[in-house]
């Protein structure tokens, strides 16, 4: 799914109720406080704290056949999929008013579910798209199409999205980013490690397997011929860290430069055929699309085909028939250890939210969501920008003048919780008997409702979350943290839970969001959105040695015993994890409870609002998944998203009184301290 560059994207838990539930749940819930199961008291806090609250959890826990996790993180928006899942059966079997929020819905999801008549068409429905291929002629035909299928969802060796100028915040531009890879990553094309060679293979095979669908007789040869120009194309793609300095992903670009320097791309042709009217793009990583230039001559017009059409194939599989969708799981197995498809309404209600999430967030919200939570929230997360000011102040390591810049930024940052003010509506007809039909009609609708943005100033109203999701993100071109429904719900946020398990789940979360405005990304962003530098030249230098300490300190953390985090991709949320914590027990700290002794449970506040914390990341993965995530994703592990940032934080240590020899020990000079 497509979303705006450097969100910063955290998922939690939300085990949910209707409204009629709503108050015996929560009357039950004030009579019994939360109890912190799974504890292994074996494992002593200092040496491992994920696993001392965990541990015992961890081996009870079963990962579900269709699932590649279990526990919180990502893995709890499962339970919300079922709430959805409740909406959608609902509203499917009813009759509503044409062009209604149920109607849609309810027919897109009811048209998903005819898997008989999808089976039937096999793959009928993108024969047009692969006639199309077949009549290319030259290069300009295959970029007109390759443009045009951009139209409808469908992209390949180009990859254009809108979004505010990195140097204007108040003006939508045209971006280009690298793009043209089937595999998760660059580094899988050349990585020589035996698990990734599986992967490699695995892919290969699911390339041929769907030629061979569509009636190819030289599957494998023609898969090897994708499979080759997607590693040549890897060949000048950016790393994921490369791709975190903002300014050196920043080309503005004049339209006319691009066109003589770029002479087989043809600009021109391919903006007009967006629709686009620009002048100038920011062409984020220009070596792919010189490298693309080049090989729109170097590699044949009869190769490029090939590769067309297993991109096209791909980009529709999962909404063809049934094989198709098996050889898609079958390759999807090796990189997530996956061992059974998941149920078709699962696929659906996915698939539901993904192409028309404000229309179904705008039933979850009436049906599930409790506005008391979102009063409350406002008034945390209000909270959370005096006390972080406060760390501002006093910090050690930076003048007086970047704090007051700090501060302005601080205080500009806009709030959105709940739901959007306005929601987005979706101009197409749904139909209930035509699925391939239905997805290709949002992807158009989505386009277009993008193209409307162009060069203009961006709707600041705008979500790029849906309601339902359990997650929450800071978006530093808006200066914006986002807290949707999905997150504010017990027992990560519960009116009638104590202070410190409250604040030990949602507000790490408001923690981590607010510090991501100040990371190493969100830092090189001010008060407006702009990319500036709003720093003394002496104060950065100072942050970027901080952030420094940082990313060799995770880099030296494991997982699957061997395989070592990413300390310079995930060097953002760790940031954010450490000041998350940091900024959540200062404000726990000013509630009656933070300032008392009473135990509760056998343990004391400050106890509580830790075990909290180590609780909102508990999951299990499957080893598969977990050494992709450890290679694609920015945040850390969870185990280390409780260990890191509690190994340098001092009240940790007092709060278990824990003492020098424990394996995460750190001395008071070692322990790191940003914001």
Known sequence: ???????????????SCKKDQTVSKHIAQEMTPVVFDGIDPAIMPGDD??????KNWFEEAVIAEDQVGVGAYRFLNIPQQELLKNILVEVSQEEH?????EQKVGDFYASGMDTVRINQLGYKPILPILERIDAITDVPTLTDFVASQIKSGDYSMFAPYISPDQKNSLLNILHVSQTGLGLPDRDYYFGQDPSVLKIQEAYKTYLASLFEMVGDENAKANADVVYNIEKQLADSHKTRIERRVIKENYNKMAVSELQLKHANIDWNAILNTLGAKVDSIDVAQPAYYNALNNMLSSVSLDQWKLYLKA?????????LSQPFQDVSFKYSKELSGQSEQQPREKLMVRRVDNQMGFALGQLYVKQYFNEDAKKRALDLVENFQKVLEKRIDALDWMSDSTKVK???????????????DMWRTYDV?????????????LRENDYQYKLNQLNKEPNRDEWYTTPSTVTAYYNPSANEIVFPAGILQAPYFDLYADDAVNYGGIGMVIGHEFTHAFDDQGAQYDKNGNVTDWWTEEDYTKFQAKTQ??????????VLDSVHLKGALTVGENTADNGGIAIAYDAFKLTKQGQDTTKIGGYTPNQRFF???????????????????????????????????????????EAFNIQPGGINYKTEEERIKIW
């Not at 799914?1 to 910063?8: D, E, F, G, I, V």
């Not at 991109?311 to 909404?319: E, M, R, T, V």
């Not at 749904?430 to 039909?437: A, H, P, T």
């Not at 450890?630 to 934080?649: C, E």
Request: charged share 20%; aromatic share 14%; with cysteine.
């Open 97 to 101: 008013p044409k062009g209604s929020i």
């Open 1 to 15: 799914m497509k979303t705006l560059p450097y969100l910063s994207l955290i998922l939690l838990l939300c085990l």
């Open 49 to 54: 704290f994920f696993n001392h609250v965990n």
């Open 429 to 441: 007809s749904i139909n209930r008997d035509q699925f391939f039909e239905n997805v290709v009609a």
């Open 311 to 319: 991109n096209s194939i791909k980009s529709h599989d999962n909404i």
């Open 549 to 558: 300490q940082i990313i060799e300190q995770y880099s030296a953390f494991t």
């Open 611 to 653: 075990l909290s914390v180590a609780t909102i990341w508990r999951v299990k993965m499957r080893d598969e998944f977990l050494r992709n995530y450890v290679a694609t994703d920015p945040h850390s592990p969870p185990i280390w998203r409780v260990n890191g940032p509690l190994m340098n934080f001092t009240p940790f240590y």
């Open 406 to 420: 700090a501060k302005d930024k601080l205080y500009a940052i806009k709030k959105k919780i709940g739901y959007p």
